[in-house]
Each structure stands twice: as C-alpha cells, then as structure tokens.
C-alpha cells in the first residue's frame, strides 16, 4: 500500500508540487495538472520538461487523474476529442510509467432528460478496450458524471463495460443525490457506496466532507477523518479486505477547484494545508495498521 495525491492542489508547479510531496514524506503524486494543464494536454516540450525533472526527482506517477469523460465533458460532445486524449495520454504514460488512468462516464444530464446510456456505455468500451492493449487500467470515478448517479449506476458501468475498474472517491458520494432512489432523492451514503461496490476498487482518493447545508450543493471539505464520509470505517474495511492497491489524497480543503467565480487561490495557505492533509492522513493509516509503502 503506497500513499500519493493530486498534488496540484498544493501548487500550479511541478517543482512545488515535488516539494509539498516530499515534505510529507512520499515519492509519488497523482499527476492532473502542471501550470493548469491536465498531462495530456501539455506540449512536447512542457512534458519533456516535467519528465526529467519527475526523474531527477526520483518520483513516481502512479495515476494520471485524466480528463477523459469527465464532468465537463455531454455525452453529446464529438468524441473524437476523447480518442486524441487517448491518444495523447498512452505514449506519455509510457514513458512515466504509469498503469492507472482515471476516466468518467461524461456529465450527468438534468435528471428526468435523455441520458444517452447505450452511448456512454459504447464509449467506455473504447476507452477502456484501447487502454487495455497497452496494459493501462482505466479505473472509473464516482463523480459528477451518469456513473455518479448511485452505486447501481456504477454496477451498471461493470456490467456493461467488460474489464472496467474503479477508483473509489470517499468524498463524492455526500454532494451527489443517489438517483437510485426515489424524489426527492437523499444524498448519498459514502459507507453504502462503498459497501455495494467495494470488489472491483483497485484504487481509492481520499477526500473528506460533511453533506451540504440546506440551500447548498457543495459540501464543506474538512480534514481526513472530521466528515460525513466514514473515512475511517471504509479504510479499515479496506484492510480487513487486504486491499493493495494505492490511495491517493485529493483534500480540496483549500478551494482550489471550487472557488468562487472570479476568486484565486490562496496557494501558500494551499500548500500548507495539503501538506497537513497528508500527515493527517498517515497518521490515520498509522492509527489502522496500515504500513504505508514508498510508490514502486
């Protein structure tokens, strides 16, 4: 079991980004973004740039926290622009190594509208096929996406899309209303989530919150462990299922994805609270028996 995180929420930089992961004590981030761009979208030279600086470093990549699928992105959009994220993701994961890409299952629509299911399922066979052949898992997300619906859209996915794992999100479930269910449909249950769902998890991101006030739809991110999301009870049944995989951090305690319009991130109060998001986090896998492992 290794520990790792998205560490474009401790700075834009790679260089910053290397600096707040060691300072926890890991070698390895999830890599999303460097200056703002998701690592299939840089330039040659850009992510020439960030490889050997990644390798001077000695750190590893364990998941590209992709943006194929995701939440921004209608089913009813062209998909050749998912096929050229595809494309251009494989050669550079080759390169770093890395075996695990996260996807989604594009964004919700309104609910009561046309979903489109047949389609979203015959994309993620592509997806996850052309991954496939080159040895990658495409692991799916339970987000802001039709997959993020509730745990039996999620089955459904599996179902549907033969060889599709899951990367289990411990915070999204408490923001997302379980579709599943009937109006006016309640929030989700993490723990629930979790439970129905939990055999084909290869990969975890630990995030933390309480459910959304009333009136609200964003929850307020809170340290490992402090919210709604039984952090604790699902890590130690992760345990309990000799789980192996990885986890990695995703705090978002700072704002950096869910500022305001027009509002920036504070990045120093950003790095220091990603930094002390990780420490919490070791201390609560220290706290389960977990042996945390450097990323190999």
């Not at 004590?25 to 600086?53: E, P, T, V, Y």
């Not at 033969?162 to 915070?171: I, R």
Request: a negative charge; hydrophobic letters at 35%.
């Amino acid at each position: 079991m290794y520990l790792s995180g998205f560490a474009d929420e401790a700075a834009k930089d790679l260089a910053t980004q290397i600096k707040a992961t060691k300072e926890i004590g890991w070698n390895a981030i999830s890599a999303r973004s460097i200056d703002g761009k998701s690592i299939h979208d840089l330039s040659d030279k850009d992510f020439n740039k960030a490889l050997k600086l990644l390798e001077k470093e000695e750190i590893k990549i364990p998941e590209i926290g992709s943006l194929i699928g995701n939440w921004a992105k209608k089913i009813t959009d062209d998909f050749d622009v998912t096929l050229g994220e595809i494309e251009r993701a494989i050669p550079r994961m080759n390169k770093l190594g890395t075996k695990i890409i996260r996807v989604m299952s594009y964004a919700q629509e309104p609910w009561g509208e046309d979903q489109h299911e047949e389609e979203r399922f015959k994309r993620l066979r592509i997806i996850q096929q052309r991954f496939a052949d080159e040895g990658i898992t495409a692991v799916h997300e339970n987000c802001s996406n039709w997959g993020g619906f509730s745990a039996k859209h999620t089955l459904r996915l599996i179902e549907e899309v033969p060889g599709l794992k899951l990367v289990f999100d411990t915070g999204n479930p408490v923001f997302q209303r379980d579709r599943s269910k009937s109006e006016p449909h309640p929030f989700q249950d993490a723990l629930g989530f979790y439970n129905d769902i939990k055999e084909y998890i290869v990969h975890v991101h630990i995030k933390d919150c309480r459910y959304p006030k009333v009136g609200q739809t964003e929850p307020e991110y809170s340290m490992p462990g402090e919210g709604d999301c039984h952090l604790q009870h699902i890590m130690r049944d992760l345990k309990a299922r000799r789980y192996d995989g990885g986890f990695a951090i995703e705090p978002h305690v700072a704002t950096v994805f869910h500022v305001e319009d027009g509002q920036k991130p504070d990045w120093d109060q950003c790095y220091k609270s990603y930094v002390e998001y990780g420490k919490r986090v070791e201390d609560l896998m220290e706290e389960i028996g977990w042996e945390c492992k450097p990323c190999e």
